[in-house]
């Protein structure tokens, strides 16, 4: 199999999904207890997220970026922003807000999902200083905040769900469109000796580094 046979990281997922169905997925602790996420469950609340993402008015080509530590909502956020036809901007969880700021600003995202309260304090900080943000997603329990929208993660799902068939029909179109050179991820460098450089990486570097593994 090559980076051929998928003409984008959505359709290789949707494969994956569809071949593997109820095996476990993503393996999580919660409560003190191993949970998992299925293939299927890993799909559905993909789709539900890129659905409530078009709904906040995410547009393809637009950036989001996500701001979190390793948790089982990450990759679930990162095909949803795929399936929306934006592109995501994963901004390492111990940057200082300041380097937020930057990385919001220079990718000019529109939206950032944040993991924890720490993490939406940093965006928080700064917001006076990003015009083009319009709306923050917190994973975790976060205060609502004057001048952009602040959505759960459980209102985010339910936003999508309720876009219904309409929601799927416009996520399947934004699929089709995409193509092996579109733009898929924009990655930060660590930046230890001068501003962080922004690493611009299609859906054909991912789609072949995904099928080398």
Known sequence: MSSTDFPNLSAMHRASCAALGSLPALRFKQDGLWRHLTWDDYRRQADQVAAGLIELGVKPGDRVAILSENRWEWPVVDHAILSAGAVGVPIHSPSTAPQVQYQLEHSGASGV???????????ESVKDRLPDLRFVICCEPCPISEG?????????????????????????????AITPDDLATIIYTSGTTNRPKGVMLSQRNLLTNSLAG
Do not use: N
């Open 113 to 123: 999902i944040v993991s924890t309260l720490a993490q939406w304090e940093k965006v």
């Open 148 to 176: 952009w929208a602040v959505e759960t993660w459980d209102g985010l799902r339910q936003k999508g769900q309720r876009a219904g068939d309409a929601g799927r029909r416009e996520i399947a179109s934004r699929e089709a």
